[in-house]
């Protein structure tokens, strides 16, 4: 159980298109979900949480206009990189849980995104 | 603001031989202390996770985790490792934030490779 998936788990686009990924819980449902981005051999950085039904509130220095994420279902949350530029070449992770608060994180595949 | 390090960013074990990857981390209050595994197309696994009480704990895949308060510390075991232990780990604290969620802080990753 608690599995998550992510699609697609690898796009490559031009420069100024729009990219988006969804992350979706399969077998529970998530009440919060969290997207994370990791550069290469580096570590994950937390971009954003969101609860269903509410505005995802983003770490600092992490600009909503360009990630927007939507978390409309219990199931599933969307991260959609507008105007993509080749700095936002990375790896980005979604995470679920199924509550508030706290407990454990179950993490998707990740999914690869490289900008032209 | 909390932080986590661990100061080996690769390193190589002889199949069945003993483990030990190193992780500090500062926080003002007791923390939520975690680790991951990160293989290659697949998700962040939980190996184990430290809350209260006991402070040995005991994880999967025959891991375990000693939190030391006097020296910071949360450092992952395993007395032999095997083949298929060849990942990225990954020591995680975490905090809650003003909205009640507990969001996780990740050090930089030890890459482990196992030799034959």
């Known amino acids: 159980g608690a599995v998550v998936s992510q699609h697609p788990s690898r796009v490559i686009c031009k420069s100024g298109t729009s990219v988006k990924i969804e992350c979706r819980s399969l077998d529970f449902q998530a009440t919060t979900m969290f997207w994370y981005r990791q550069f290469p051999k580096q570590s994950l950085m937390l971009m954003a949480t969101?609860?269903?039904?509410?505005?995802?509130?983003?770490e600092q220095g992490v600009e909503k206009d360009k990630f927007l994420i939507n978390h409309a279902s219990l199931t599933l949350s969307t991260l959609t990189v507008t105007s993509a530029h080749p700095e936002d070449s990375s790896f980005y992770i979604c995470s679920a849980r199924d509550k508030q608060g706290r407990g454990e994180q179950f993490f998707g595949p990740g999914t690869r995104l490289t900008v032209l | 603001a909390q932080s986590v390090t661990q100061p080996d960013i690769h390193i190589t074990v002889s199949e069945g031989a003993s483990l030990e990857l190193r992780c500090n981390y500062s926080y003002g209050a007791t923390p939520y202390l975690f680790w991951y595994v990160q293989s290659p197309g697949q998700g962040l696994q939980l190996l184990l996770k430290?809350?209260?009480?006991?402070?040995l704990v005991q994880g999967i895949k025959g891991f375990e985790a000693e939190f030391k308060r006097s020296q910071s510390s949360f450092n992952l075991r395993k007395p032999s490792v095997h083949w298929s232990d060849a990942a990225e780990y990954f020591c995680?604290?975490?905090?809650?934030?003003?909205?009640?969620?507990?969001?996780?802080?990740f050090g930089t990753g030890t890459r482990l490779t196992i030799i034959p």
């Open positions: 969101s609860n269903e039904g509410s505005k995802a509130t983003y």
């Open positions: 995680a604290v975490g905090v809650e934030d003003n909205f009640g969620n507990e969001k996780l802080t």
């Open positions: 430290y809350f209260s009480g006991d402070t």
